[in-house]
């Protein structure tokens, strides 16, 4: 049963994978997650498919209904939902696929909208102090990710581009613009402002510090996932959870640079562009920062 279960989720990925479309890494990572945790349902449920190919409605909607049956959000359930299409659409089941719609299993109108909140400054740097007394290092990520809009993953990786950072935020006639190259989604490098730049180049110069007595790393363990994993727990001990996640400092992050641009009289339009573009979404994802990281700072803006 278990190789069988394995070889369902195997040809799911495989078939994904062929789908059209950009296809960022950890983006394929959380999908293969999903098919896998579907083949296995599908199998523990006593549907014995192998294949993509054999995929029918009622296996969907048996697996809707237990993901409802566990009070999954209607955003969870819809990118699970997504996943599976994507698998289908590999293999030239596109109709299929687009018959399963959201409304058909009943999740439809899943909100986008940000489900964490932007920290204050103050609010922030309690929880970096908590965090501080578990593990330097973790706090020295958190405090990065505050100064330059960085994902977990970015901030954890950033230690071979400190030196760099520290170049341009000291050089009087640069823009202070830092390049992140390390742990973005699907590779892509950006240009990002820092929150202070006289601040900036203080705390890069004191991660380096870190790192150094550190074995060149800012988190003391071996790999990434043992990073990560020391990152996560010392966050959750910290109280960042829920609205109030990590995450919420790169809400921040956001939320105080539309304000900047909002006060320069630049438009509700390229200010939202500029903030996406400095994030990693690009400039195409404006109504994303819009819907997602800053609505209330939005608020009143012009439409132009």
Known sequence: MEMSHKSLAADLSRAARKARGKQGHLTRV????????????????????????QIQEKHIEAWVANMMERSLTPRTIANNMAHIR?????????????RMSNAVVGVAGASRSGTKRPLAPEEAQRYIACAEMIDE???????LQMEFGLRAQEAVRCVPSLPDWSRV?????????????HGTKGGKTRRSPALDRAHAAE???????????????????PDLKKAMERYHYVVRKAGMRGEIAPHSLRYAYACEHLRRLKGSGISRREAAAGVSMWLGHGDGRGIWVETV??????????HA
Request: proline residues 1%; positive net charge; charged residues 20%.
């Open 30 to 53: 959380a999908r293969e997650s999903s098919l896998a945790r579907f083949a296995g349902f599908l199998w523990q449920t006593g549907f014995q498919i192998h294949a993509t190919g």
């Open 86 to 98: 994507t698998a289908l659409e590999g293999i030239g089941r596109r109709p299929f696929a687009d």
């Open 203 to 221: 705390l890069v110069q004191e991660a380096m510090d870190l790192a150094r007595r550190s074995n060149g790393r800012l988190v003391r363990k």
């Open 293 to 302: 990281y800053a609505k209330q700072e939005l608020a009143g803006a012009d």
């Open 137 to 143: 290092g973790v706090a020295m990520v958190l405090r």
């Open 169 to 181: 935020l000291t050089n009087a006639v640069g823009d202070g613009m830092v390049i992140v190259i």
